[in-house]
Antibody
Framework: QLRLQESGPGLVKPSETLSLTCTVSGGSVSSSDYHWGWVRQPPGKGLEWIGSIYYTGSRSDNPSLKSRVTISVDTSKNLFSLRLSSVSATDTAVYYC????????????WGQGILVTVSS | SSELTQDPAVSVALGQTVKITCQGDSLRSYYASWYQQKPGQAPVFVMFGKNNRPSGIPDRFSGSSSGDTASLTITGAQAEDEADYYCHSRDSSGNHLIFGGGTKLTVL
């Protein structure tokens, strides 16, 4: 059974960089059938796609966040990561990692999510 | 357009049928997928493609699409179906993914 687990700091200061890791078990990030992505959800609001990456390193990012987002993949450790720079309070959200089916981009497996609060 | 539009809230009587819709230009080119989210939990993948249910999703859930509108139908809604439902697809460029704003389903 595929499992995704987010990890990282739950509190980040304004203007600093948010860094999260998603560790994948029960499957491989090197699979040619999937991309690996990040989604966030501010408290009480809807879902927002952040971006995704293929095992080759090919990426696609949300245009509204693109200049601040870096997604990377480490096939040797079977994980992928998110860095979001210059954060502000509006970046406070639950961050989910998910497996993205190549094709129409369906997100078939999700991590449990991690709340990241931006506050001094 | 790079938006998917959903009704903010819908209600259904227990055991009745409800249709949740999602409208967007990109749906003329790409199928929508649907996610159910209950409070404090991660979203769950419930529908994709023309009308495909992932393993473990009850057959009271079905999907359809026509023109720029995708729909998720629950036939015989149960109390446990009360949740937020989000549609999801590619944008018109095909290069990015987008979500609808979500529909809060109340089962009366």
């Amino acid at each position: 059974q595929l499992r995704l687990q987010e990890s990282g700091p739950g509190l980040v200061k304004p203007s600093e960089t948010l860094s999260l890791t998603c560790t994948v078990s029960g499957g491989s990030v090197s699979s040619s059938d999937y991309h690996w992505g990040w989604v966030r959800q501010p408290p009480g609001k809807g879902l927002e796609w952040i971006g995704s990456i293929y095992y080759t390193g090919s990426r696609s990012d949300n245009p509204s966040l693109k200049s601040r987002v870096t997604i990377s993949v480490d096939t040797s450790k079977n994980l992928f990561s998110l860095r979001l720079s210059s954060v502000s309070a509006t970046d406070t959200a639950v961050y989910y990692c998910a497996r993205e089916m190549s094709g129409f981009g369906e997100l078939d497996y999700w991590g449990q999510g991690i709340l990241v609060t931006v506050s001094s | 357009s790079s938006e998917l539009t959903q009704d903010p809230a819908v209600s259904v009587a227990l055991g009745q049928t409800v249709k949740i819709t999602c409208q967007g230009d990109s749906l003329r080119s790409y199928y929508a997928s649907w996610y159910q989210q209950k409070p404090g939990q991660a979203p769950v993948f419930v529908m994709f493609g023309k009308n495909n249910r992932p393993s473990g999703i009850p057959d009271r859930f079905s999907g359809s699409s026509s023109g720029d509108t995708a729909s998720l139908t629950i036939t015989g809604a149960q109390a446990e179906d009360e949740a937020d439902y989000y549609c999801h697809s590619r944008d018109s460029s095909g290069n990015h993914l987008i979500f609808g704003g979500g529909t809060k389903l109340t089962v009366l």
